[in-house]
């Protein structure tokens, strides 16, 4: 069995005293999303920074005090570059290393919204994310695979998902769906 | 089975629209275990794609929320799974990948859906193959991975962007893991390189990268392919950038080199991510000029007034780091940094009024102070670290402006903050009262305050012995005692025993203080710890010997020893249980680093790894040198020199010399390399002609020098016993070596080989070698030490003193014109008018 999945980025090396960074595809160490009282609703850690979920939470609680009142895109703690958005009651945060672009690390957090945005039909908040958990997991597994960006398109995130409509066929819908339409439509006739 | 029937009517009753309570989500009521006990309706035939998904989505939504999964359970849910491998959902078989992903960690066994995984990759349904690649990966191991080999490489290639970049990112993954396969992809990486998808190109670039970055000609021929092809990718363009950014660094080369020109040329790219990677490098470069720097600050100014925060961020950032090295060359920009520091994100607000505050000049000082006192609460600890340390350039460049800082900066340590921002304060203050003798005595009011009401131990200790080095010659000492006796009553084990060692320095200094310190000290001696008490009893009853020079050697002039040094012999004495007592003098000197050891205001990054104490240079040399059986009994080095070219630059063995110095000996370590490719070097020994009554007494050979490989030989040299003072010596040096040629391609060397010599420059041994900086914290106290009868009263004309260069003349700024330097048997004392 191997480690975790944190295949985390040997990017800290000092020689002769003067700290340089391997050039290397490991951009993003984390993706948030948080509700409006600063709880998890996801929460996906590419590197070895907070090892723990107690870590983990104390920096989401952390991250959360010192940005929900500001909308301002961008922040740097813990030595951190954090990058962040929010819409109604749902924050998205993408964090890289200080030393990272900053303008990469904000084209995955505008990749992450946009395709939601769509899939969730502009409909970015709480309760509609709530019921496309999975729209949520297959879409950020198709932009950030272990810290490297895999795709920055939103169309292409989107396509690649493909998620399915609303349209169930009849043949998976259970009984008791069946039933309740079938009353519905009884009590339209006798109404009638 | 009657408690599997109510879960599965809960389940129904919610898939079939039952009201949630707003804000409260349908996931929350479920835990793990009775997901896992739902997974069973995976064994259900049919398969019902919307059930199974709901359950998929609530494990991974509970894994992801923190919640523990037992093996069992996840090894059980996991089997279950496996069979909705036989529903042709999509979504549904895109969430296996998933689950199998989230779950290689905890359950066994996943390596079970290996076949499945390999089907679909290689299947035809395109939505599969990238993720199903993906999983495989993550849960394979080196020996499984020889079998999937020939699928990797196709899909390397693949034409689908998704499966070949999938391909790439899971290779990269794996290099790690086994870097052998996956350096056989090498051919298929390239192929990918040339991809028009933007992506895949980037991915490509970055494995190519990691498979061949240490082999630094392989880089640059791909650097030099790339960057004149061109290509598509802004993400490959930012790598791109940081590869040739990061050889320019390794091979020194000059700015006048095509790569430079590659990152200037990027400077003019279209997109802007690329353009900042590219005047980051530029201002990131050691050694840049003001005139290379100008096109990247240039751009940096127009992106300060975009409207998208992120690039005015960045752009500030890392005109904040050019304005440490070169503030001329931003003073352009303070136009555009003006309209920033009123800026709603409060973080650009401080970057560019800290750029401003080294910028600007001294009349806008005042008003910037003003602006950022405003809002300095708003902002978080990192950046208040920032501020700190453009207030502290700012002290070194104005120092008028003091008093104006001294206040911003007590105001600051009211506030609330962390560690690093308090110490950075702190550290701040006292390098204001180092450089502003006026400024002393209220800044040490202000420290005094501070530890008042300081939670870390380590600041408190710190501003402790501030206090009791610079208190004593206050013109009023008393007023500090109150202070410091308060930590003795209220602190912990820690603070006290630092308190007890200022309180012994006051007493020892201020004769009117002596009585009162006395009484104070007595108190201190009924302390609970025993540090404390020692300390306690240790300094009363040094004072009251009322003799100076117990006073220097004992309170005011602390371990001169090295630590690491002192560590190594106690350690190495406990090894080897004696009846002597362990002697200090074996210990080799400190040498003087800590004050040279300016951190640079590089802006936070604050590691989180602690400081480890590096050994020092010296220290590393005391014991290679001790693993060498013919130095042994040379007792402790008293000194390394830094190294000594014997050769030109560039010629055939490149030779250089560290001159190490014991108490009566000298060994002379000569570090040599052959640059020769067919060529091999044997029994090197580097022989020696002194000029003065030096003595050669052994020679240490290097066994064998083959191509580029450095070896040391030494000689050991005994100092002039009857002349004390014949300190300097020029030695001639020729080195001599057996040659054996071989074959450049295997380094194979021929049988028999012949002997040759090599002359190399004159060495020469001078006084700097036998003088040794000391740290002697307290000088006045050094001084009296010495006593009159060493006192020589002469005028130096310090030009013609080449031999002291460097050594003393630093020493002799730091200590107010005055350095002390002490050789092994004899004392120097130089004043400096």
Same mark, same amino acid.
């Given at each position: 069995?191997?480690?975790?999945?944190?295949?985390?980025?040997?990017?800290?090396?000092?020689?002769?005293?003067?700290?340089?960074?391997?050039?290397?595809?490991?951009?993003?160490?984390?993706?948030?999303?948080?509700?409006?009282?600063?709880?998890?609703?996801?929460?996906?850690?590419?590197?070895?920074?907070?090892?723990?979920?107690?870590?983990?939470?104390?920096?989401?609680?952390?991250?959360?005090?010192?940005?929900?009142?500001?909308?301002?895109?961008?922040?740097?703690?813990?030595?951190?570059?954090?990058?962040?958005?929010?819409?109604?009651?749902?924050?998205?945060?993408?964090?890289?290393?200080?030393?990272?672009?900053?303008?990469?690390?904000?084209?995955?957090?505008?990749?992450?919204?946009?395709?939601?945005?769509?899939?969730?039909?502009? &409909?970015?908040?709480?309760?509609?994310?709530?019921? &496309?958990?999975?729209?949520?997991?297959?879409?950020?597994?198709?932009?950030?695979?272990?810290?490297?960006?895999?795709?920055?398109?939103?169309?292409?995130?989107?396509?690649?998902?493909?998620?399915?409509?609303?349209?169930?066929?009849?043949?998976?819908?259970?009984?008791?769906?069946?039933?309740?339409?079938?009353?519905?439509?009884?009590?339209?006739?006798?109404?009638? | 089975?009657?408690?599997?029937?109510?879960?599965?009517?809960?389940?129904?009753?919610?898939?079939?629209?039952?009201?949630?309570?707003?804000?409260?989500?349908?996931?929350?009521?479920?835990?793990?275990?009775?997901?896992?006990?739902?997974?069973?309706?995976?064994?259900?035939?049919?398969?019902?794609?919307?059930?199974?998904?709901?359950?998929?989505?609530?494990?991974?939504?509970?894994?992801?929320?923190?919640?523990?999964?037992?093996?069992?359970?996840?090894?059980?849910?996991?089997?279950?799974?496996?069979?909705?491998?036989?529903?042709?959902?999509?979504?549904?078989?895109?969430?296996?990948?998933?689950?199998?992903?989230?779950?290689?960690?905890?359950?066994?066994?996943?390596?079970?859906?290996?076949?499945?995984?390999?089907?679909?990759?290689?299947?035809?349904?395109?939505?599969?193959?990238?993720?199903?690649?993906?999983?495989?990966?993550?849960?394979?191991?080196?020996?499984?991975?020889?079998?999937?080999?020939?699928?990797?490489?196709?899909?390397?290639?693949?034409?689908?962007?998704?499966?070949?970049?999938?391909?790439? !990112?899971?290779? @990269?993954?794996?290099?790690?893991?086994?870097?052998?396969?996956?350096?056989?992809?090498?051919?298929?990486?390239?192929?990918?390189?040339?991809?028009?998808?933007?992506?895949?190109?980037?991915?490509?670039?970055?494995?190519?990268?990691?498979?061949?970055?240490?082999?630094?000609?392989?880089?640059?021929?791909?650097?030099?392919?790339?960057?004149?092809?061109?290509?598509?990718?802004?993400?490959?363009?930012?790598?791109?950038?940081?590869?040739?950014?990061?050889?320019?660094?390794?091979?020194?080369?000059?700015?006048?080199?095509?790569?430079?020109?590659?990152?200037?040329?990027?400077?003019?790219?279209?997109?802007?991510?690329?353009?900042?990677?590219?005047?980051?490098?530029?201002?990131?470069?050691?050694?840049?000029?003001?005139?290379?720097?100008?096109?990247?600050?240039?751009?940096?100014?127009?992106?300060?007034?975009?409207?998208?925060?992120?690039?005015?961020?960045?752009?500030?950032?890392?005109?904040?780091?050019?304005?440490?090295?070169?503030?001329?060359?931003?003073?352009?920009?303070? @136009?555009?940094?003006?309209?920033?520091?009123?800026?709603?994100?409060?973080?650009?607000?401080?970057?560019?009024?800290?750029?401003?505050?080294?910028?600007?000049?001294?009349?806008?000082?005042?008003?910037?102070?003003?602006?950022?006192?405003?809002?300095?609460?708003?902002?978080?600890?990192?950046?208040?670290?920032?501020?700190?340390?453009?207030?502290?350039?700012?002290?070194?460049?104005?120092?008028?402006?003091?008093?104006?800082?001294?206040?911003?900066?007590?105001?600051?340590?009211?506030?609330?903050?962390?560690?690093?921002?308090?110490?950075?304060?702190?550290?701040?203050?006292?390098?204001?009262?180092?450089?502003?003798?006026?400024?002393?005595?209220?800044?040490?009011?202000?420290?005094?305050?501070?530890?008042?009401?300081?939670?870390?131990?380590?600041?408190?200790?710190?501003?402790?012995?501030?206090?009791?080095?610079?208190?004593?010659?206050?013109?009023?000492?008393?007023?500090?005692?109150?202070?410091?006796?308060?930590?003795?009553?209220?602190?912990?084990?820690?603070?006290?025993?630092?308190?007890?060692?200022?309180?012994?320095?006051?007493?020892?200094?201020?004769?009117?203080?002596?009585?009162?310190?006395?009484?104070?000290?007595?108190?201190?001696?009924?302390?609970?710890?025993?540090?404390?008490?020692?300390?306690?009893?240790?300094?009363?009853? !040094?004072?009251?010997?009322?003799?100076?020079?117990?006073?220097?050697?004992?309170?005011?002039?602390?371990?001169?020893?090295?630590?690491?040094?002192?560590?190594?012999?106690?350690?190495?004495?406990?090894?080897?249980?004696?009846?002597?007592?362990?002697?200090?003098?074996?210990?080799?000197?400190?040498?003087?680093?800590?004050?040279?050891?300016?951190?640079?205001?590089?802006?936070?990054?604050?590691?989180?790894?602690?400081?480890?104490?590096?050994?020092?240079?010296?220290?590393?040399?005391?014991?290679? @040198?001790?693993?060498?059986?013919?130095?042994?009994?040379?007792?402790?080095?008293?000194?390394?020199?830094?190294?000594?070219? @014997?050769?030109?630059?560039?010629?055939?063995?490149?030779?250089?010399?560290?001159?190490?110095?014991?108490?009566?000996?000298?060994?002379?370590?000569?570090?040599?390399?052959?640059?020769?490719?067919?060529?091999?070097?044997?029994?090197?020994?580097?022989?020696?002609?002194?000029?003065?009554?030096?003595?050669?007494?052994?020679?240490?050979?290097?066994?064998?020098?083959?191509?580029?490989?450095?070896?040391?030989?030494?000689?050991?040299?005994?100092?002039?016993?009857?002349?004390?003072?014949?300190?300097?010596?020029?030695?001639?040096?020729?080195?001599?070596?057996?040659?054996?040629?071989?074959?450049?391609?295997?380094?194979?060397?021929?049988?028999?080989?012949?002997?040759?010599?090599?002359?190399?420059?004159?060495?020469?041994?001078?006084?700097?070698?036998?003088?040794?900086?000391?740290?002697?914290?307290?000088?006045?106290?050094?001084?009296?030490?010495?006593?009159?009868?060493?006192?020589?009263?002469?005028?130096?004309?310090?030009?013609?003193?080449?031999?002291?260069?460097?050594?003393?003349?630093?020493?002799?700024?730091?200590?107010?014109?005055?350095?002390?330097?002490?050789?092994?048997?004899?004392?120097?004392?130089?004043?400096?008018?």
């Amino acid at each position: 069995m191997r480690g975790p999945e944190c295949v985390g980025a040997p990017f800290e090396a000092v020689a002769a005293g003067q700290p340089f960074y391997e050039p290397s595809l490991y951009t993003v160490k984390a993706v948030l999303i948080l509700d409006n009282d600063g709880e998890r609703l996801y929460a996906k850690y590419y590197d070895e920074t907070y090892p723990t979920v107690k870590e983990q939470k104390a920096f989401e609680k952390n991250i959360f005090n010192k940005t929900h009142r500001t909308d301002s895109e961008i922040a740097l703690l813990e030595g951190l570059t954090v990058v962040y958005k929010s819409n109604i009651d749902l924050y998205f945060y993408v964090i890289g290393s200080s030393h990272e672009n900053e303008l990469m690390l904000m084209s995955v957090l505008n990749c992450l919204f946009d395709s939601l945005s769509q899939m969730l039909r502009k &409909n970015v908040e709480k309760r509609a994310l709530l019921e &496309n958990m999975e729209g949520l997991f297959l879409a950020v597994d198709e932009i950030v695979d272990g810290g490297v960006i895999l795709e920055s398109d939103p169309l292409q995130v989107v396509h690649r998902v493909a998620l399915r409509g609303d349209d169930v066929p009849l043949t998976e819908q259970t009984v008791t769906q069946v039933l309740q339409s079938a009353k519905e439509q009884i009590k339209w006739s006798l109404l009638r | 089975m009657r408690h599997s029937c109510m879960l599965l009517l809960c389940w129904q009753s919610d898939i079939s629209g039952a009201p949630n309570t707003p804000g409260l989500s349908q996931y929350d009521i479920y835990n793990l275990v009775i997901c896992c006990s739902q997974a069973r309706i995976f064994n259900e035939t049919p398969i019902n794609p919307r059930r199974c998904l709901h359950i998929l989505t609530k494990i991974i939504y509970l894994l992801n929320q923190g919640e523990h999964f037992g093996t069992t359970e996840a090894t059980e849910a996991f089997f279950a799974m496996t069979r909705l491998f036989q529903s042709n959902d999509q979504t549904l078989r895109r969430m296996c990948y998933l689950t199998i992903k989230e779950m290689a960690n905890i359950s066994e066994d996943v390596i079970i859906v290996t076949s499945s995984l390999t089907k679909d990759m290689t299947g035809k349904e395109d939505v599969y193959r990238g993720p199903a690649i993906r999983a495989l990966c993550r849960i394979t191991d080196t020996t499984m991975l020889q079998a999937i080999e020939r699928y990797m490489k196709q899909a390397i290639v693949d034409k689908v962007p998704s499966v070949s970049s999938s391909a790439l !990112v899971s290779s @990269l993954h794996m290099v790690r893991m086994s870097y052998d396969v996956v350096k056989r992809w090498v051919n298929e990486a390239q192929e990918a390189a040339s991809s028009d998808n933007i992506m895949v190109q980037y991915h490509a670039l970055g494995l190519l990268y990691h498979l061949r970055k240490n082999d630094r000609l392989a880089v640059s021929k791909m650097l030099n392919k790339f960057t004149k092809s061109g290509l598509k990718s802004p993400f490959a363009y930012c790598m791109l950038i940081r590869i040739a950014s990061r050889l320019l660094e390794e091979t020194e080369g000059g700015h006048d080199s095509p790569l430079f020109d590659f990152i200037e040329s990027c400077l003019r790219n279209k997109h802007e991510m690329v353009v900042y990677e590219a005047a980051s490098a530029i201002v990131h470069m050691p050694n840049c000029t003001a005139r290379e720097l100008a096109p990247a600050v240039s751009v940096l100014q127009l992106f300060c007034s975009s409207p998208k925060a992120a690039l005015r961020y960045a752009a500030v950032r890392t005109l904040n780091k050019v304005a440490m090295k070169h503030p001329s060359a931003v003073t352009a920009c303070n @136009l555009d940094l003006e309209n920033l520091i009123t800026d709603s994100n409060r973080s650009i607000a401080t970057l560019a009024i800290t750029t401003l505050l080294k910028t600007g000049s001294e009349s806008s000082v005042d008003r910037l102070m003003k602006q950022i006192s405003s809002f300095v609460s708003e902002i978080s600890d990192e950046f208040k670290v920032v501020v700190v340390q453009a207030i502290s350039a700012l002290c070194q460049k104005y120092p008028r402006k003091h008093s104006v800082m001294m206040n911003f900066l007590s105001n600051m340590l009211r506030d609330d903050g962390g560690f690093e921002y308090k110490r950075a304060i702190v550290d701040c203050i006292i390098s204001i009262i180092e450089e502003n003798p006026e400024s002393k005595e209220t800044g040490l009011a202000h420290l005094c305050e501070f530890i008042e009401d300081c939670e870390h131990t380590v600041l408190a200790t710190k501003i402790l012995h501030l206090l009791g080095r610079e208190g004593p010659r206050t013109p009023s000492p008393s007023k500090y005692i109150r202070f410091i006796f308060n930590r003795v009553v209220l602190e912990s084990e820690a603070v006290r025993a630092a308190a007890v060692s200022a309180l012994a320095k006051f007493g020892a200094q201020n004769d009117d203080l002596l009585p009162s310190v006395l009484v104070l000290m007595q108190r201190c001696m009924m302390d609970s710890d025993d540090e404390v008490r020692d300390r306690a009893t240790f300094y009363m009853n !040094v004072l009251q010997q009322k003799q100076k020079a117990l006073n220097a050697a004992y309170i005011f002039n602390g371990l001169s020893v090295s630590v690491p040094g002192l560590e190594k012999s106690l350690h190495q004495y406990t090894l080897e249980p004696s009846e002597k007592p362990f002697d200090m003098k074996t210990v080799p000197l400190a040498t003087t680093t800590v004050s040279e050891q300016k951190t640079e205001l590089a802006p936070v990054a604050s590691s989180k790894l602690p400081e480890k104490l590096a050994p020092s240079r010296q220290d590393i040399y005391q014991e290679q @040198l001790a693993a060498i059986p013919e130095f042994q009994g040379l007792g402790p080095l008293f000194k390394s020199s830094e190294p000594v070219q @014997l050769t030109e630059a560039e010629t055939e063995y490149v030779v250089r010399c560290i001159k190490h110095t014991f108490a009566s000996h000298m060994v002379f370590q000569f570090d040599c390399t052959n640059t020769l490719n067919d060529q091999l070097l044997q029994k090197v020994v580097v022989q020696m002609e002194p000029s003065e009554a030096y003595e050669i007494v052994q020679y240490v050979p290097a066994a064998s020098l083959p191509y580029s490989q450095p070896g040391s030989c030494y000689s050991l040299v005994r100092l002039p016993e009857d002349d004390p003072t014949a300190v300097s010596c020029t030695f001639s040096c020729t080195m001599k070596y057996l040659v054996r040629d071989c074959d450049p391609n295997t380094g194979e060397p021929d049988d028999d080989g012949y002997d040759d010599e090599y002359v190399l420059e004159d060495l020469e041994v001078t006084v700097a070698d036998h003088i040794q900086k000391v740290l002697k914290p307290n000088f006045a106290a050094a001084w009296e030490e010495v006593g009159d009868e060493f006192e020589k009263e002469e005028t130096f004309a310090l030009a013609s003193v080449r031999t002291l260069e460097g050594n003393t003349v630093n020493s002799f700024k730091k200590n107010c014109l005055m350095g002390i330097v002490i050789a092994p048997d004899w004392l120097y004392t130089h004043s400096v008018a």
